[in-house]
């Protein structure tokens, strides 16, 4: 079942801005340990985490970050391991190529949460056709454009005038100007990937 509790409890107890949105930088900011650790310190009754319980998490923040549910990045995990190459990295690969993260990596929302609810909505068209499929796997010379019937919408607005500071990855030709960009190749170097996931962890947590 998908996570529906209060978001910056999640954070705090993952310790990572897994939603990524600035405000939740501040929330753990103003706590920065994770909930229990200061009881902890304290002789409390929560010691150190073991091994699983540190995979377990990894899996939720991925889990999290990702919006997917644990049978979806079960999924993906087995289609990693039957790829050659890395394990790891063709996670990371197959995670990024999801529509929703990259209309977020192109800029055009603010979280993947928002670029969820905007595939969603049916909102954007890949190379023509409405796709309202948040999962929907790009690949090399696909075009995300959005409607032109939602180009006006004014929650786009301050994306647009965030998008003047942002840089797209290079593997995104981004034009804010139609609000589209084509996928000029695929995610596949660490400088891609999503910081601060240890997806080792991830694997050690499936392989059991």
Sequence with gaps: MRYTG????????????????????????????????????????????????????????????????DKQLRSVYAEASRTLGQTDAMMHTLLERRLDSTLYRAGFSTTRLQSRQFISHGLFTVNGVRVTIPSYRIKVGDVIKIREN???????????????????????????????????????????????????????????
Excluded at 9 to 18: A, I, L, P, T
Excluded at 41 to 65: F, P
Aim: include cysteine.
């Design 6 to 69: 209060p978001k910056a409890r999640r954070v705090r107890r993952q310790n990572f801005n897994v939603y990524g949105s600035p405000k939740y930088d501040k929330i753990l900011q103003k706590k920065p340990s994770p909930p229990g650790m200061q009881a902890a310190a304290r002789g409390g009754r929560q010691g150190k985490i073991s091994e699983y319980g540190k995979q377990l998490l990894e899996k939720q923040k991925v889990c999290s970050m990702y919006g997917v549910h």
């Design 150 to 208: 939602r180009k006006s919408s004014p929650v786009f607005g301050p994306i647009i005038t965030a998008h003047e500071k942002y840089v797209a990855p290079d593997w995104i030709k981004s034009d804010p100007v139609a609000i589209s960009f084509e996928v000029k190749a695929l995610p596949s170097e660490e400088k891609h990937f999503e910081m601060g996931i240890d997806m080792r962890k991830v694997i050690g947590f499936y392989s059991r």
